[in-house]
C-alpha cells in the first residue's frame, strides 16, 4: 500500500517536472532564435574636421542650425521605408541609433562647419553668446526611401539675418539619391548623400550672401 501511495503522490509531480522543462527549452529556443535589431547613423561629408579644398575660408561666419521639424512619421526609432505612393513600412528590426532630429540637424551643423570654414557653428537652442550672422530653420517634409530605389529628402528652409527675423532666402528642396543595393545599409547611405545635397545647396547660398552682405 505504501509503495502504491508512493507511485500516486510522485507521478503528478514528474508531470510537473516534465512541464517545466519543456516550458524552459521553449522560451530558451525562442530567445535564442529572436532577430537582432541593426542600427544606423547618419554620417558627415569626409574630411570632417577641416574646410574641403579649393574653398575660401569664409571668416567671421557664425552660422545658428534650427529649429528643424521633422513629421509626425519620422518621430519614431525605426527606420520607415515607402512602399507604395501612399503607403508607409516601419522595419522594426533596423533603427536609428539615437534621435533622428538630433542625428540630422548635428550633421547639417558638420557639413556646414566644413564646406564654410566658419568660425561658430551653434545648433538650437544656444545662448545669446552665440552672436549669429545666419540662421537656417528647417521643416522636413520627406526623408524616406524604398530599398532597391531611391532615398527622397524634401524640406523647406530659410536663412534669416543676424537679427533671426529677417528672411534673406527661402527655398523648398528635394533630393533624390539611388539606393545602391536591397537592404538598410544602402537606404541610410542613400538618405545620407540627399543630406549632403542639401548641406551643399545651403552652403552656396550662404557664400553668396556672405558676399553680399560681408558680416565682418
Not at 574653398?55 to 529649429?67: E, V
Not at 548641406?199 to 553668396?208: D, G, L, N, T, Y
Amino acid at each position: 500500500m505504501n509503495q502504491g501511495g508512493h507511485k500516486m503522490t510522485s507521478s503528478p509531480l514528474i508531470r510537473l517536472t516534465v512541464l517545466i522543462i519543456v516550458a524552459f527549452s521553449m522560451t530558451f529556443a525562442g530567445c535564442a532564435t529572436t532577430r537582432q535589431s541593426n542600427f544606423y547613423t547618419l554620417q558627415p561629408i569626409p574630411g570632417a574636421g577641416k574646410p574641403e579644398t579649393g574653398r575660401p575660408a569664409q571668416r567671421f561666419i557664425s552660422l545658428g542650425i534650427g529649429p528643424i521639424h521633422f513629421p509626425d512619421y519620422l518621430n519614431r526609432p525605426q527606420i520607415v521605408t515607402r512602399i507604395g505612393r501612399n503607403e508607409l513600412q516601419i522595419a522594426e528590426y533596423d533603427r536609428w541609433a539615437g534621435d533622428l532630429h538630433d542625428n540630422f540637424k548635428n550633421i547639417l551643423a558638420d557639413n556646414l562647419s566644413i564646406l564654410l570654414n566658419a568660425d561658430r557653428v551653434s545648433t538650437f537652442p544656444w545662448q545669446d553668446s552665440a552672436n549669429v550672422n545666419y540662421q537656417i530653420t528647417m521643416d522636413i517634409l520627406q526623408l524616406d526611401g524604398a530599398l532597391g530605389g531611391e532615398a527622397v529628402l524634401t524640406a523647406r528652409w530659410t536663412i534669416y539675418g543676424k537679427d533671426g527675423k529677417t528672411a534673406l532666402i527661402s527655398k523648398k528642396s528635394t533630393f533624390r539619391a539611388p539606393v545602391k543595393g536591397s537592404g538598410y545599409e544602402e537606404l541610410v547611405s542613400a538618405e545620407n548623400q540627399a543630406l549632403t545635397d542639401l548641406s551643399r545647396e545651403i552652403a552656396a547660398q550662404i557664400r553668396r550672401l556672405a558676399t553680399k552682405y560681408p558680416t565682418g
